[in-house]
């Protein structure tokens, strides 16, 4: 059965994607994701010391955290306390371990980059749009850190984005909002590089499984959506430092 997407988008078209770089000023690196509906905060903090696992180590640290505001829901999200929630962490630990990909940490120095992602408004994809926005505001971090002559060597050595894929009503779709995540048959995330080198690929029978011969097609339309991401990342990246 044709399924009839909001808006009249094709099956292997993404949401309307902005990115606004610079849009926390405090930050050293910032910006706003607009993924249709979806819109968070990246900011990333730099701290002159590393978790004391990795003192005397020579190797930096880069980690995440997530959370949603009270309003970003149409009905009102509880806010999380310090310790957060199963979801938050599995979703901060999802960034973290993103965005890590992206980084040789022995380049960054004895420093902790701290990737903020708050969601403001959630239709679907926040966690997809919190590491495609966090790895730009990490990028302008780190060059303006480059700038400065605290790193010599740039330590970003992959480019990375994430976009969500699924099937609903038997139809193969990329970038989901709420209502087809909600009603799909099968529910993907894929984080990967513009080279096809993925980094994490998350699938969930929620109605249906997904059969092997399926699969390639599916990480192909999401490899698709990577790389459109990228370019729009490298745009932003671009209009920061410019």
């Keep these: 059965m044709h399924y ?5 988008r094709a099956w ?25 509906q979806t819109r968070v905060i990246c900011t990333a903090s730099v701290e002159e010391k590393v978790p004391p696992f990795l003192e005397n180590t020579g190797t930096g640290w880069l980690t995440a955290e997530y959370s949603m505001l009270p309003a970003s829901t ?14 938050t962490h599995e979703i901060q630990r999802l960034i973290g371990r993103s965005l890590r990909a992206a980084v040789d940490r022995k380049k960054l120095g004895l420093r902790t980059i701290t990737i903020d992602c708050d969601v403001i408004q959630a239709d679907g994809g926040t966690r997809t749009a919190s590491i495609t926005g966090g790895f730009v ?28 894929l699924g099937k609903v009503i038997g139809n193969l779709l ?10 799909a048959e099968i529910d ?15 699938t969930t029978a929620e109605r249906a499984l997904l059969p092997l011969s399926e699969m390639n097609g599916m ?22 430092l410019a």
């Design 4 to 8: 009839e997407r909001l808006n009249g």
């Design 188 to 202: 993907a995330n894929l984080v990967a590089t513009p080279e096809a080198e993925i980094i994490e690929w998350q």
């Design 12 to 36: 292997n078209e993404k949401r309307e994607v902005t990115i606004t770089p610079n849009f926390i000023t405090s930050a050293a690196g910032s910006c706003l994701i607009a993924c249709g």
């Design 137 to 164: 505001a990490l990028s302008i971090a780190v060059q303006k850190l480059m700038n400065k002559g605290l790193i010599k060597q740039n330590p970003i050595v992959h480019e990375v984005a994430a976009i969500s």
């Design 219 to 240: 990480l192909e339309l999401g490899m698709k959506g990577i790389r459109e991401l990228v370019e729009l990342q490298r745009a932003a990246i671009a209009q920061a």
């Design 74 to 87: 149409s009905t009102r999200t509880t806010r999380e306390k310090a310790n957060g929630c199963g979801r």
């Design 174 to 183: 990329l970038d989901l909002n709420y209502i087809e995540d909600s009603s």
